[in-house]
């Protein structure tokens, strides 16, 4: 028996476009009429009594299946759809033979097709296709191909499969959320019942931006356990059917758990000791705390910033602390947590300094304040001339110009810009590379129907005109994605998040959880790998961009609760969401160059500075340098700055013509909670 297993998928067809003529503007809007059919590659499926092969002309992909002799011999295709519905699936085989080579055809374990008849094809060569029809779901379905016969199964190519929803209406939004029997650890969501026209099956819980829990459609309550003491918990429901249709999003409901009986704290921990010191990490040791209850956690810590929290039953007392700066002076102690956030007083300090850099691709050696005043700035994008940048603020929907010198003017808004109570709002900017010639600037955007890419003039000193590139790209609370870049084919990318419905970032029809690409009249840019606006795919909520010396993109992406990520990205690639979160061992999914724990990360913008990438951090609360190896595809090791010192970083951007970067807070946002005008920008110098 010979067995190997593989996922690769292609589209073959592309996603329609219409021309919508509307107040004089011309608007791109996808259409979905015609399905597109997708590629599954037999030699990318799991092969059982069989080999891929290349021996005979005119297969598509890399190869095909030849599969052994005997009766059982079986291929078997993973093939994930959005939606349920009807599936037409169009077998390409060849049979060399004079006689038909039945095969059981089934789907997730049911024979839907007996004994179907692959008939003589006059050689090897020569390739034909039979299809069938059977129903699928929402979702991965498993179909499998099995001999009947000792003569075993035809050659196969690849199967394309069409899906026709079943299925279209969204359920209605749940209503009213709210919260009760609230303890120190849990609580009882309840909410007003979702409808559909066939029927809900399952409420998807949010807590912000991250995934907290899942309930059956028949459910209107959920108990939530495991939660902090004292703590408050931001939650939102969205309702599925079984075609995977998604709702709207649920009003949010605000619920803190009850402050814990428990006030004492955890003994300080034992003497910490540092050892095995190197450019990017060092070993730390401590004795056991403990506590009336039970010590949870333990955090490495600098003052107030923390650099790493270790968590286990018990936690560990050693951990290896990575991500320093190279040449940087460290004081760093130990605390312990318990349930109920008590902390315990710190251990004794250990200072050092890591030893001197080693690298030939600069570091950050100073900051200073370019301008304050600023409230949630998201988008930055310098102008040819280098001596300004366009800079969006999210909420406000304003565009303003900033100089070096600290001046910031507001050179306009953005038209019909709405927030989403979340990440929604006005969001990435991009200068056209004719700017001079045409002063065009193009602006990422939640609208009322979704998020868009438009295009405005810019003359030096204000806006003008509105032109929507392409819309249809769908909106949620959060997940919205919103980063633009022009690439040096000068075709312009675009990230899209996948709305808080994962099951999009697979569906190469749907411009959600992407990486888009396109003309400046918003056109899909000739070339693209399935002949739409998609690029890549299997994305969750990419928001950093960026083009390296040889042209190559890299893009930085939030995890869910696992991993976060930063990605190279090539054409066609399906990056994993949902169904890998940072590194996996799934065939047909690209593993990212590098992971982070979310605490530690939640990336948005990235720049490139002497083949150096710089990922701002949110949650992480600082700026990661990675080296890029040469001009191969490897990343070396990654090391953290300003850890705690500004807050939440957010956007990131290589000053032209220096050895400088802008680097951007949003303090401002609902997750960090100060008031409006908070926010400040920086100059970084590298050397």
């Known amino acids: 028996m010979q067995t190997a297993t593989l996922t690769t998928s292609r589209r073959t067809a592309a996603a329609l476009t219409a021309v919508l003529l509307c107040t004089a503007l011309v608007q791109a809007v996808p259409q979905q009429a015609a399905a597109a059919a997708t590629r599954y590659e037999a030699e990318s499926a799991t092969i059982v009594d069989g080999a891929a092969e290349s021996n005979h002309s005119g297969y598509s992909g890399t190869g095909f299946v030849n599969g052994d002799n005997v009766v059982g011999s079986y291929v078997e295709f993973t093939v994930t759809t959005a939606s349920a519905g009807t599936g037409k699936i169009a077998v390409r085989y060849s049979n060399g033979t004079a006689d038909a080579r039945p095969?059981?055809?089934?789907?997730?374990?049911?024979?839907?097709s007996a004994g179907r008849a692959f008939n003589a094809t006059t050689d090897w060569n020569t390739w034909a296709t039979s299809t069938l029809t059977t129903p699928l779901k929402a979702g991965s379905n498993k179909i499998r191909l099995t001999s009947t016969t000792s003569d075993g199964l035809p050659n196969l190519d690849y199967l394309d499969v069409t899906v026709t929803p079943s299925d279209t209406e969204a359920p209605t939004a749940p209503t009213a959320p709210s919260c009760s029997e609230i303890t120190e650890s849990s609580l009882t969501l309840t909410w007003g019942a979702a409808t559909d026209d066939v029927g809900v099956v399952a409420y998807d819980i949010y807590e912000h931006g991250n995934k907290f829990g899942e309930a059956p459609g028949t459910a209107t309550t959920k108990s939530l356990t495991?939660?902090?003491?004292?703590?408050?918990?931001?939650?939102?429901?969205?309702?599925?059917?079984?075609?995977?249709?998604?709702?709207?999003?649920?009003?949010?409901?605000?619920?803190?758990?009850q402050k814990s009986d428990d006030t004492t704290a955890p003994s300080a921990p034992g003497t910490l000791s540092a050892s095995g010191l190197t450019v990017n990490s060092v070993a730390l040791s401590w004795g056991a705390s403990t506590d009336d209850k039970a010590v949870t956690a333990y955090e490495?810590?600098?003052?107030?910033?923390?650099?790493?929290?270790?968590?286990?039953?018990?936690?560990?007392?050693?951990?290896t602390?990575?991500?320093?700066?190279?040449?940087?002076?460290?004081s760093l102690d130990v605390v312990a947590k318990d349930a109920a956030g008590n902390a315990s007083p710190p251990s004794n300090t250990v200072a050092f300094t890591t030893p001197d850099c080693t690298t030939d691709g600069g570091v950050p050696s100073g900051i200073?304040?370019?301008?304050?005043?600023?409230?949630?700035?998201?988008?930055?994008?310098?102008?040819?001339?280098?001596?300004?940048?366009?800079?969006?603020?999210?909420?406000?929907?304003?565009v303003l110009k900033a100089t070096p010198g600290g001046t910031r003017t507001q050179v306009g808004t953005v038209p019909e810009a709405v927030t989403t109570d979340g990440e929604g709002g006005l969001l990435g900017v991009a200068v056209d590379p004719k700017w001079s010639a045409n002063h065009y600037v193009y602006f990422m955007h939640t609208a009322s129907e979704g998020n868009r890419v438009v295009r405005m003039t810019y003359d030096g000193s204000s806006l003008s005109g509105y032109k929507v590139l392409l819309q249809g790209i769908k909106k949620s609370r959060y997940h919205n994605g919103g980063r633009l870049a022009f690439g040096p084919d000068g075709y312009l990318y675009a990230s899209t998040g996948e709305a808080q419905t994962p099951d999009l970032a697979q569906d190469k029809n749907s411009l959600n959880g992407k990486i888009l690409r396109m003309t400046t009249d918003g056109k899909a840019a000739p070339g693209n790998p399935f002949g739409n606006y998609v690029y890549s795919y299997g994305h969750r909520n990419p928001q950093g961009l960026a083009f390296d010396r040889n042209g190559r993109l890299w893009e930085a992406e939030f995890g869910d609760s696992k991993k976060d990520e930063l990605n190279l990205i090539k054409p066609g690639k399906n990056y994993g969401w949902p169904v890998c979160e940072g590194t996996c061992t799934t065939t047909g999914m690209t593993n990212p160059k590098k992971t982070w724990n979310i605490s530690e990360a939640s990336p948005s913008g990235i720049a490139i500075v002497r083949n150096v990438i710089y990922m701002a951090a949110l949650k992480g609360e600082r700026l990661w340098r990675v080296p890029i190896t040469g001009d191969t595809e490897e990343l070396g090791t990654p090391s953290a700055y300003y850890v705690g010192?500004?807050?939440?970083?957010r956007t990131v951007t290589e000053v032209p013509g220096q050895d400088q970067l802008w680097l951007s807070t949003t303090n401002c946002d609902n997750k960090g909670n100060e008031p409006d005008g908070s926010d400040k920008l920086f100059r970084v110098s590298i050397s």
């Not at 095969?103 to 839907?112: E, I, K, R, S």
């Not at 010192?645 to 970083?649: A, C, E, I, S, V």
């Open 103 to 112: 095969a059981d055809v089934a789907v997730g374990g049911t024979v839907v």
């Open 321 to 330: 602390l990575t991500g320093l700066a190279c040449a940087s002076p460290y």
């Open 645 to 649: 010192t500004y807050g939440r970083l």
């Open 226 to 257: 495991g939660l902090s003491a004292g703590t408050t918990y931001n939650l939102t429901l969205f309702a599925r059917d079984a075609a995977g249709n998604v709702s709207s999003v649920s009003p949010v409901v605000d619920c803190t758990t």
């Open 300 to 319: 490495v810590r600098s003052g107030s910033t923390v650099y790493k929290t270790v968590t286990g039953t018990p936690p560990a007392t050693t951990t």
């Open 368 to 398: 200073t304040t370019v301008s304050g005043g600023w409230s949630i700035p998201w988008g930055i994008h310098w102008m040819p001339d280098g001596k300004s940048a366009l800079v969006t603020e999210r909420d406000s929907f304003k």
